[in-house]
């Protein structure tokens, strides 16, 4: 079994087909997914999928991109929210510098948000982080100075120090459909040294679909392409990086509950 752990089921792409879309990745061995929010007016759209799909869950944050959107969202809003039985994680959130399409002291003052409700309701904080490697780790040196949180860095394409530096903190990586193409060498070789027990895969779905399906829109199915690659990239059995995976999702996402 497999767990996708993170996808945007209600994305378009995803959403119009949403059954067939869920379908398709169960016969592929999908076990459960993880339906990501980026957005206020999202969050009762992935916990009804939630609420709806018993191998579903979600999850409530904002996403960088949309930081200037939500600037007065405060900690009580994502509290109340978290406080639903389907949603078992915090995010996504977290810094893009990429795009720069909110102001990054709103970005830096919104991640730090996020991380105070994962402190206090010991739900996984689920990253963005994108052109930002240093800020992204001086905020998560200084939050876990006031108080531990567990985390993870969603769709890992950032440097080896980068990725040893969070490892040290304590989090866990997931590893998308990028990790399959032909010009991620630099990538390929963090993948192989990841720990066993702190990797998960993922699709961002509708995004990033792997090879061989890429220039396609991505599903949760596609995880299985992701999964055998970083299997073969590190010399173990799909088998093997399954049950490590969906292990590690449930060590993680520790409200979760197999469906």
């Not at 409530?60 to 991109?65: C, Q």
């Not at 192989?192 to 699709?203: F, K, Q």
């Amino acid at each position: 079994m497999l767990i996708d752990s993170h996808c945007h089921l209600e994305y378009e792409g995803l959403a119009e087909d949403q059954p067939a879309v869920l379908a398709r990745a169960r016969a592929a061995g999908l076990g459960g997914f993880l339906n990501i929010s980026t957005r206020q007016r999202e969050w009762g759209q992935v916990v009804a999928t939630a609420e709806r799909e018993l191998d579903v869950w979600a999850s409530i944050g904002i996403h960088p991109h949309e930081a200037d959107q939500h600037a007065d969202l405060g900690e009580g809003a994502l509290l109340e929210a978290a406080a639903h039985p389907r949603v078992i994680g915090i995010g996504e959130t977290g810094l893009d510098y990429y795009y720069d399409k909110s102001d990054r002291a709103v970005q830096q003052a919104l991640f730090r948000t996020h991380i105070a409700v994962a402190r206090e309701t010991g739900l996984p904080i689920i990253i963005h982080t994108r052109e930002a490697e240093s800020d992204t780790v001086r905020i998560l040196e200084d939050e876990m100075g006031k108080g531990a949180f567990p985390a993870l860095i969603h769709c890992f394409t950032a440097s080896a120090q980068f990725g040893q530096q969070v490892l040290d903190l304590g989090l866990s990586i997931s590893l998308s459909g990028i990790v399959t193409f032909k010009n991620a060498k630099d990538l390929q070789a963090v993948a192989a040294t990841i720990p066993e027990d702190r990797l998960l895969v993922e699709t961002d779905s509708p995004f990033l679909a792997p090879i061989p399906h890429r220039g396609r829109p991505c599903e949760p199915a596609y995880t299985v392409e992701t999964a055998r690659f970083i299997a073969d990239l590190r010399g173990i059995s799909y088998e093997q990086l399954a049950r490590s995976t969906t292990g590690n999702f449930f060590a993680l996402f520790q409200k979760a509950k197999r469906a």
